[in-house]
Each structure stands twice: as structure tokens, then as C-alpha cells.
């Protein structure tokens, strides 16, 4: 079984950056075999796909975010990343990274195609 751990969550004001790691682990887990994602749930609103990456390395964003995350991953290192610039307050929420051994269909991204979840970093943006 793959255990997510995400890191790098904290205060920040509008116009600053955060970088958010997610550590996927477990026996014989390789990132390179998962399509992976970063979602984002504030209070009083529906989980939000944020970013996805999958295994072709085809990366897909929310209209929100376009030009301002970035994700990433390193296999290596086993580890998945979003690099958000330009915060706004509307960026406060706790994100979550999400996984899924093998491929997700092209589309938006949706909380129903990944299997494995993480248990959240919040990120909190000040005006």
C-alpha cells in the first residue's frame, strides 16, 4: 500500500510563493508508475483539482491556477511537488496530493479517478 505525506504548507501574503512536497512511500513504490495530482478543499466548498501530472508527463491545471503552479515531481526522490507563485487569498484551502497506479484518462482533473490520498498541508495567503 502507498502512503502519501505532504510538506511545505504555511502563511504566506498575497503575491508570495510556496513550494508543496508530497513524499509517496510503500513497499516497491516507484512515482514513475503513478499518475499523480494536487487538490485543494477550502471550508464550505467541494475538494478542487488543482494540478495533475500524468504518466506521460502531460500536466494539466484549474483556469485558476494557470500560470502561476507549477507541478512536478522528482522520481528519484519519489516525491511529488506544486510550486505556487503569486498567491491570492483565494488560494487558502488544505491541499492534498493524490495518486493512482497507472494511467488517468485525459480531462479535467477529478477526485474520482485517484485511489491514494494524503492527509492535507494547509496553506493559508493574507491580503
Known amino acids: 500500500q502507498v502512503q502519501l505525506v505532504e510538506s511545505g504548507g504555511g502563511s504566506v501574503q498575497a503575491g508570495g510563493s510556496l513550494t508543496l512536497s508530497c513524499l509517496v512511500s510503500g513497499s516497491g513504490t516507484t512515482i514513475s508508475y503513478y499518475s499523480v495530482a494536487w487538490f485543494r478543499q477550502a471550508p464550505g466548498k467541494e475538494r478542487e483539482g488543482v494540478a495533475a501530472?500524468?504518466?506521460?508527463?502531460?500536466?494539466t491545471y484549474a483556469d485558476s491556477v494557470k500560470g502561476r503552479f507549477t507541478i512536478s515531481k522528482h522520481n528519484a526522490k519519489n516525491t511529488l511537488y506544486l510550486q505556487m507563485d503569486s498567491l491570492k487569498p483565494e488560494d487558502t484551502a488544505m491541499y492534498y496530493c493524490?495518486?493512482?497506479?497507472?494511467?488517468?484518462?485525459?480531462?479535467?482533473?477529478?477526485?474520482?479517478?485517484?485511489?491514494?490520498w494524503g492527509q492535507g498541508t494547509q496553506v493559508t495567503v493574507s491580503s
Open positions: 493524490a495518486a493512482k497506479l497507472g494511467w488517468v484518462e485525459p480531462g479535467p482533473i477529478a477526485a474520482r479517478d485517484y485511489n491514494d
Open positions: 501530472l500524468g504518466r506521460s508527463g502531460a500536466t
